[in-house]
C-alpha cells in the first residue's frame, strides 16, 4: 500500500470515528435552531398535562416507549431539560414505574454519548496526553467504580460532563454502565416521587422550579452515600500504608 493510499484509509477511519460525535453535535444544534427547548419547561408539561396524562392512559405502552426514547435522545444529545423530563416521568407515571423509566433510559442515553466520546476521541486524547493526565487516568482507572459512584451521587458536575471524562480518561463500558445505573438511582427516586405530587402544585396555581429538590436534608443523604462509595478507596490506601 502507497503512503497515500495509507493516509486515505487513515483520514476514512478517523472520519468513521468522529461520526457520532458530528451526529450528536448537530442534533444539538438542531434542537435550539428549531425552538425544541421551548418544550422542555415546566411550563410546557403545565400547558399540556391533560393531553399527556390522556395518552398515558389510552396507551401506556405506546407512551411510556416514546417517552423512554425522547429521554434516551435528551441525554445522548446533552440537550438541557434532564430534570424536566425526570419529574415529568414521575408526573406522568407514578413515582416507581416513573423512576424505573429514567433510570433505564438515562443509563442507555448516558452510554451512547460515553461510547461515542470514546471512539471518537478518547484514544486520541490518552495518546497525547502528558505525565500529569497519564496518572489521573491511572488513578481513576483503579478506583473508577468508587469514583464514578460518587460523581453520580451528589450533582456537583453536569450529568453530559460525567458521561464525558470517564470516555476520555479510559474507563471501561462495563464499570461505566454499572456506576451510572446504580449511581442514578437515589437522585431518580427523589424527582419522579416530586414529580408523582406536581399535579397538586399545578391544581394549587403554584409556581415549581427543580432547583429547590435539593434540600439540606436529601443532599445530606447523597453526599452520606457517597462517602460509603468511597470506603473501598480509604480502605486500599489504608491497607497499602499498613503494608509499607
Do not use: H
Not at 403545565?46 to 426514547?69: C, D, F, H, K, T
Amino acid at each position: 500500500m502507497s503512503i497515500e493510499q495509507n493516509q486515505k484509509k487513515k483520514a476514512g477511519l478517523s472520519w468513521q470515528r468522529m461520526l457520532p460525535l458530528v451526529v450528536l453535535a448537530a442534533g444539538l444544534a438542531a434542537f435550539f435552531a428549531f425552538g425544541l427547548d421551548e418544550y422542555l419547561n415546566f411550563g410546557a408539561l403545565r400547558q399540556n398535562r391533560v393531553w399527556l396524562l390522556q395518552q398515558v392512559e389510552e396507551s401506556a405502552v405506546l407512551a411510556a416507549l416514546a417517552y423512554i426514547g425522547l429521554y434516551i435522545a435528551v441525554v445522548a444529545f446533552s440537550l438541557p431539560g434532564g430534570a424536566v423530563m425526570t419529574i415529568a416521568g414521575g408526573f406522568l407515571f407514578g413515582q416507581w414505574l416513573g423512576a424505573a423509566y429514567v433510570i433505564f433510559a438515562a443509563t442507555v442515553g448516558a452510554t451512547v454519548l460515553f461510547v461515542a466520546a470514546r471512539t471518537a476521541l478518547g484514544d486520541a486524547l490518552r495518546s497525547k496526553a502528558g505525565p500529569f493526565l497519564k496518572k489521573m487516568e491511572a488513578g481513576f482507572q483503579e478506583n473508577a467504580l468508587s469514583y464514578l459512584l460518587v460523581l453520580r451521587l451528589v450533582p456537583v458536575f453536569p450529568f453530559f460532563i460525567v458521561n464525558l471524562v470517564p470516555a476520555f480518561l479510559g474507563v471501561s463500558l462495563k464499570v461505566f454502565f454499572v456506576a451510572t445505573f446504580v449511581g442514578i438511582i437515589p437522585g431518580s427516586f427523589v424527582y419522579a416521587t416530586v414529580g408523582a405530587g406536581l399535579g397538586s402544585i399545578f391544581d394549587a396555581g403554584g409556581t415549581f422550579s427543580a432547583s429547590n429538590i435539593l434540600t439540606p436534608e436529601i443532599l445530606t443523604s447523597l453526599i452520606g452515600l457517597a462517602i460509603l462509595a468511597l470506603l473501598p478507596i480509604a480502605y486500599k490506601k489504608f491497607r497499602a500504608r499498613r503494608g509499607r
